[in-house]
């Protein structure tokens, strides 16, 4: 069974933080959700470059 690095819990509060963030400081203007999904692959190819380098 392999070892959890981070917990999915963790991940999951972590992206919903953002976003919650996002929208608060933001609003609803055009640009704030491709920020948001940017912000979601990024954090996803840093835990990537991490785990496999």
């Known amino acids: 069974m392999p070892v ?9 509060n972590t992206f919903v933080a953002v ?3 996002i929208d608060e400081k933001f609003g ?6 491709p920020l948001y999904w940017m912000t ?8 990537a470059v991490y785990y496999f380098w």
Do not use: C, H, R
């Open 4 to 12: 959890e690095l981070i917990p999915a819990e963790l991940v999951e």
């Open 19 to 21: 976003g919650d963030k």
């Open 28 to 33: 609803q203007k055009a640009w704030v959700k």
């Open 40 to 47: 979601v692959i990024g954090l996803f190819a840093a835990l």
